[in-house]
């Protein structure tokens, strides 16, 4: 099982009158190499899920265990945050680095990978993301299109390699050629490295 999540339940603000349950008692299984899509609307608790997953948001009832760590007993973040990809809503706002190549490398950096890996890693991932290496690696991302952008972000969790990947709303914003191009990238994504994702959309 890839994912594996038993009564889960999580409140906001607990004892103070902003005290919101967003989730209740949940229970979920995802299977190695499943696409699951997570549906619903603002505030029904699909960023709440799914930061849990790969620690972003600590566990405080419940049992979650992901591809065999159990976030219930004191995980180990940086082996679970390699394993589970994030990719948030409008993702390009998370660029910061004054290359493309740059930044595409901070994950696999942080990793302890040596220099040839990562730049092995960066070079897949851009292609793999259907842009050119040689022509926007020593690019400022912050001169590329919208839609570059996007793609260069999501380059930089997969050169992690996740065997999981999440995607939150990753279509939003994006015209109706836009998205159909994300959808079949998503799909290249699951052949290609991640065989299990998890989809959130309203």
Not at 13 to 30: F, G, I, M, Q, R
Not at 53 to 58: D, E, Q, T
Not at 59 to 75: F, N
Request: cysteine-free; aromatic content about 6%; hydrophobic content about 35%.
């Amino acid at each position: 099982m890839s994912i594996i999540i038993e009564d889960l339940s999580f409140t906001y603000s607990p004892k103070t009158p902003y005290e919101y349950k967003a989730l209740d008692n949940l229970s979920l299984t995802v299977d190695d190499g499943e696409f699951l899509g997570i549906i619903g609307p603002t505030g029904s608790g699909k960023s709440t899920l799914i930061q849990h997953l790969n620690g972003l948001i600590k566990l405080t009832s419940g049992r979650i265990t992901v591809d065999g760590i159990k976030l219930h007993e004191k995980p180990d973040l940086k082996k679970l945050r390699s394993t589970v990809g994030m990719v948030f809503q409008y993702p390009e706002h998370q660029l910061f680095d004054e290359t493309v190549a740059k930044d595409v490398a901070f994950g696999p950096k942080n990793l302890g990978l040596k220099n040839d890996e990562i730049e092995k890693r960066v070079r897949e991932a851009i292609d793999i993301v259907g842009l050119n290496y040689d022509e926007i690696s020593e690019r400022s991302p912050f001169e590329l299109s919208g839609g570059q952008k996007r793609r260069v972000a999501i380059a930089g969790v997969i050169a992690m390699h996740p065997k999981i990947l999440i995607l939150d709303e990753p279509t939003a914003g994006l015209d109706p050629i836009g998205r159909r191009e994300m959808f079949e990238l998503i799909l290249k994504l699951k052949s290609t490295t991640s065989p299990t994702i998890i989809m959130v959309s309203h």
